[in-house]
C-alpha cells in the first residue's frame, strides 16, 4: 500500500510538470495533500516494532521483555534469554494451538514451526486469536500474520498441509529433523512438539512421528461439550505414548468420521480453551527453562473446577512398534542414568557452602538441644483431670502381679520387717 | 481511509473532464487505477463483521455463535442467547482484564464497560491482547478498537479515568448504576464486576463500591514472581468481603507505593495471566447462565499445578460500615430465604415423575432386603486367627464378676442342686 501510494505522487508531480495550464494547479495540490494524508494514516497504522538483538532486563515502557527478564531477577528462572535457542513445533492452529502460538511468540520463543490445512472461517471467532477480517485466509498465514507483527524476533515457519496425508507426513518429519536453526543441537531440529488437534487420528500420526525420532512432546485436548479438556507429556520410552493406553474409539479401529453426524458441531469456549492452552504453555516453558515442577498429566474440569493429575508408565504390550523399541532403549539406558544421577548428586554435596554466614553481626549462636527434655501429652501423661479410658497395650499385656505384693517388693525395708515379726511368732 | 480513496476518484475524474488536451488521459487512467486497487486493499483489510440480531445455532461456516448455542445441546446450559442480556464491568484493562474482555467479547456478552486510565507501552507486550502498533494508546481506546472488530454486536463503553480518585469514583458509581442497558433490572445497572486491578488501593475502591451497591463482584490477581494467581467471588453480606480478612499491608496502613522500589518491575507471563483470565471469565459464565458450580475461591500455582478452594464467611468485625450493614440484612434475610428455598424445593419434589417406568419389558422386580442378615467383621467378629489385643471399651468398665457366680445365676436348675446338697450335709 505504501509503494502504491508513493507513486501515485509522482504520477501527480509527473502531472503537473506536463501540464502548462497553471488553473488545473490546485485541484492537483488538493489531490497531492490527500495522497499525503493517505499515506499518514497507513503509518500510523503499520508502525512494525523493530527487531531487538539481545533481550535486555532493563526496565523502560519501550522494553517488551522487562516482566520476562525480571522472572530472574524474582528467582523463578536461571537464565530467561536461552529461550531464543528453542524450537517448538505446533501441531494444529485451532482453538489451543494458535493461543499457544500466541503465548510463546510473546515470550520471545526462539522459532515456532507451525502446521494446519484448514481455514480461518467466522464459526472459529468464538474463540481467541484470529480476527473476523482474516476468515478466508489459510490459519497457518493468518497465523503468521499476526504473530510477526507481535514479535519480529521470533522466526516463523508455516506449513500449510494435512499430517495424516502420505506426503504431508514426510514433510512433517522432514521439517522436524531440519537443524538448520540451531546446527549444534543433539537429536531433532526442534526441542518440543505440541498437539493441538481436534482429533485422534492426527493425534496418532505425532505420536508415530515423535517415537521414531525420539521426540519428547505434549499433548492437549478439549471435550466436546466444551468444559473439560487435559495435557500430557509423552517422552518415547520412559512415560506412556498415545498408543499404550488408547481411547476406545482408536483401540476398536472405528474411524471417527463416522461417528459425526451432519450439521451437529461440538461446543467451544474461550475460557476453556485459553486455560488449556496457558497450562500447556506454562509446561513448555517449565520444561525448556528448567524451573517448578513439568506436570506429566493435568485434567481440567470446568463445572467442579477440578485438576486432576496422573502419571502413565509404558505399556509393554503396546501396538506401537517404535515405542517398544523406545521403552528398550531406555531400560537399558538405566546404568547410565544411574550412574549420572549419582555424579551429579555427588558434584552437588562437594558444592555445598561450608559456611553459610561468615560474619556474625547479631552472636547468634547455635544451641545443643540433643540433652532437653521433651515434655509433652506424647509422652503418655495426659492434661489435668483427663484419664485413660483403656490401659496401653504395654500395661495389659504385663503379667498381673497383686497389689500386696508389689508393694512389698517397693519397700525392702518393710520387708525386712515383717520377715522379723514372723520369726518372732 | 475509505472516503479519501472515493474523494481522490472524483477529485481525478474532475481534472480529466477539465483537460482539454487527451495526451495527458493516459497518466489519469493509471492513476485511477492505482486508487482503485488501494480501495480493494483497503476494503480487504477493514472487511467488518454485519452485525447479528437473534443467534443462531445453525451449523455453518460463517455462523459466529454456532459453537456457542451448541452448549444447549450438549446439555451444559439451559438457554445461551440470554448472554445477550447481561452488563459486565471489567476495572483494569491490563494483562487479566483484557483477556476477560475478549473472552467475554467472543462470548456475544451483551455490554462491557471498561475502566483504565493507562496507556499501551511496548512493555505489556509479553501479555495477550494488546498489539505492538497500539503502544502509546489509552488501553481503553485500544481495547475499544479491537473488540468492536471482533463482535460488533457487543455493546462496548469505556471509562478512561482512574477510580481511586474522587472524580473517578463519582463516575464509577454513577455508571454502574445506569440502566439505559436494561430498564427492568434489580439492583444496580451491571450483573456482574469483574476486578482486574494490580493494586490493593484499587481493590479496596471496588469493595466499597460493590458493598454500597449489595453488588456481586469477582476479584482476580496474580502474583509478583508471575507463578501465582487466584479469583475469588464476593457476595456482600453473604461471603467475606475484601476489607473482612485485608492482606497485611492494608491491615496495617502502609502506603503500597512506598513498596515498590525505583527501577524494579514485577515479572509476569503470558501463560499465568491466560489461565486467571480463563478461569475468572469460566466463574462469570457459569454465574450468569447457571450451569456448574461456581468456585467461592479458586487459586493457581504455576510451579506445582496446585489449584487450592476455599469459602470464605463475613467477618463480624469488618472495618467497612457497609460490610457490616449488609451483613445485617443478609442475617435478617433469613426467614425468606428458608421459606423460598422450602418453596421451591417442594415445588421439585411435585414436579418428580410418580413413575419413572410405565412398561417392564424385562420383568424387573425390586428385592425387598430389609430381613437380609448382613455378616461383617464391623459387628465385632474378627476373621479366623486373629484375637483383639485390647478388651473393648463396654467390656472393660464391667464390674469384674467371678467366673464360678456367672455360671451359677446362668444355671438355675444347677443352683437348686447345690442348695439341696447343702441342706444334705
Known sequence: MEAELKNLLSDLHALEDSLRDPTHHSL???????????????????????????????VVDSNPYSRLMALQRMGIVDNYERIREFSVAIVGIGGVGSVAAEMLTRCGIGRLLLYDYDKVELANMNRLFFRPEQAGMTKTDAAVQTLSDINPDVVLESYTLNITTVQGFETFMSSLNNKSFRP????????????????????MVVNQACNELSQTWMESGVSENAVSGHIQLLVPGETACFACAPP??????VDERTLKREGVCAASLP???????????????????????VTPYLGYNALKDFFPTM???????????????????????KPARDAAARAKMEVEISLEPECLHEDNDWNISVVDDSDVQVS??????????????????????????????????????????????????
Chains 1, 2 share one sequence.
Not at 503509518?43 to 539481545?54: A, E, L
Open 28 to 58: 492537483i495540490d488538493k489531490m497531492r495533500s490527500r495522497v499525503e494524508r493517505l499515506s499518514v494514516m497507513e503509518n500510523s497504522r503499520v508502525v512494525q516494532r523493530v527487531k531487538i538483538k539481545d533481550m535486555s532486563a532493563e
Open 184 to 203: 549444534d543441537k543433539e537429536g531433532s531440529g526442534v526441542d518440543l512438539v505440541l498437539s493441538c488437534v481436534d482429533n485422534y487420528e492426527a493425534r
Open 248 to 253: 476406545l474409539v482408536v483401540a476398536s479401529g
Open 271 to 293: 475460557t476453556t480453551m485459553g486455560v488449556v492452552a496457558g497450562l500447556l504453555v506454562q509446561n513448555t516453558l517449565k520444561y525448556l527453562l528448567k524451573f517448578g515442577n
Open 311 to 333: 502419571e502413565m508408565k509404558p505399556n509393554p504390550q503396546c501396538s506401537n512398534a517404535a515405542c517398544l523399541e523406545k521403552q528398550k532403549e531406555y531400560a537399558l539406558a
Open 376 to 425: 509433652s501429652t506424647s509422652s503418655g501423661a495426659l492434661p489435668e483431670g483427663l484419664v485413660f479410658e483403656l490401659p496401653s497395650a504395654d500395661e495389659f499385656q504385663k503379667p498381673s502381679v497383686s497389689e500386696e505384693t508389689t508393694n512389698t517388693v517397693d519397700d525392702l525395708e518393710d520387708l525386712r520387717r515383717q520377715l522379723e515379726a514372723l520369726n518372732a511368732d
